[in-house]
């Protein structure tokens, strides 16, 4: 089993954890690299999500604040390959692949709802999860959880309610 | 045919009463509540209440309506989320007048553990509340006793409209 299946010069670091391959690629590259992913066999689109490194406390420092994972499957050879790209905080942007993969229409606009990540290239980006008129992405971590505060309880003094201007 | 005759004739067999004591009977025994579960307390609230074992049938509420038309009781079962919250608003208004809300569990009392920015931190923010019920979930009992306790308000509530 090899680790990466992508031309070397578009990987920028590769892995295998708990058995499961994975790539960090370029945002420049995804497009392409999704297309030969699925040439490829990976025909199986599972999930995409998005990962908030605000504050992370991890061992290695993430080289951007945001990060892509997708997760495909080839179902003829029961394998399963995890592409990772890392975002800036500053341009939170990405292509979208729903041309590539249909499924990831919705899973894009879920992401933009809940991170603000903007998806070039996708016909209908509106929220998915949250009222339209919704102000703000409560999933990054500098979103305030929101609620009402709680007499008595040890977070009284510091809870914010309010969401953050947009 | 005089009142004479009429006592004659039927003797013991006459009760009187007011117009808002009748109304208010028949109200309290027929409470129809609507078919609406948000969350994990409809399957405690509407179905394990509504099943044999519990049988809210016992105090004439087991005709639930899919339809608010036809509903005079919300019982509000579950979390209510920011995005739900004007859809409940609006099968409340729905809802022909006399009508009722019962607010069932923590979640729908208070955002019970979801204190957070999706979640409406009470019911009551949005449609007026005549009984709630803590617990999560409450048990069934916990919900006849509620619809009990409906009963009575119904009952001394009469024909006057609501306030």
């Known amino acids: ?166 | 045919m005089g009142v004479e005759q009429l006592t004659e004739v039927l003797g013991e067999n006459i009760l009187t009463t007011t117009l808002g004591k009748v109304i208010g009977w028949g109200r309290a025994n027929s409470v129809w509540p609507a078919q609406f579960g948000l969350a994990c307390c409809a399957i405690e609230g509407l179905m394990h209440t509504a099943g044999p074992g519990f049988d809210i049938g016992r105090f004439g509420s087991e005709a639930m309506r899919a339809s608010p038309r036809q509903s005079d009781l919300m019982i509000v079962a579950g979390r209510v989320s920011q995005k739900m919250a004007p859809v409940l608003r609006q099968l409340y208004d729905q809802m022909p007048e006399p009508k009722w809300v019962i607010s069932m569990g923590a979640c729908a009392s208070t955002g019970g553990v979801f204190n957070n920015y999706a979640i409406l931190q009470g019911v009551d923010k949005i449609v007026p509340v005549d009984v709630y019920i803590p617990g999560c979930p409450p048990r069934p009992e916990d919900v006849i006793n509620a619809l009990m306790i409906l009963q009575e308000k119904i009952k001394a509530q009469g024909i006057r409209p609501r306030l």
């Open chain 1, 1 to 166: 089993m090899t680790t990466s299946v992508l031309p070397d010069d578009t990987v920028l670091a590769s892995g295998v954890l708990a058995g499961q391959e994975w790539v960090t690629i370029r945002r420049e590259d995804l497009r392409d690299s999704m297309r030969a992913l699925k040439a490829q066999g990976f025909e199986s689109y599972l999930f995409m999500t998005c990962v908030d490194h605000l504050a992370t406390p991890v061992v290695e420092k993430p080289p951007e604040r945001f990060e892509l994972v997708y997760q495909l499957r080839d179902m003829r050879a029961h394998r399963e390959y995890r592409v990772r790209v890392f975002i800036p905080e500053n341009d939170a942007t990405a292509p979208s692949l729903h041309d590539i993969y249909a499924p990831a229409n919705w899973d894009e606009r879920e992401t933009w709802d809940m991170f603000g990540i903007a998806f070039e290239g996708h016909p209908d980006l509106i929220r998915i999860l949250m009222p339209d008129d919704w102000v703000g992405h409560p999933l990054r971590r500098d979103f305030p959880v929101g609620g009402e505060p709680v007499d008595f309880s040890e977070d009284h003094e510091t809870w914010q309610t309010a969401p953050p201007e947009a």
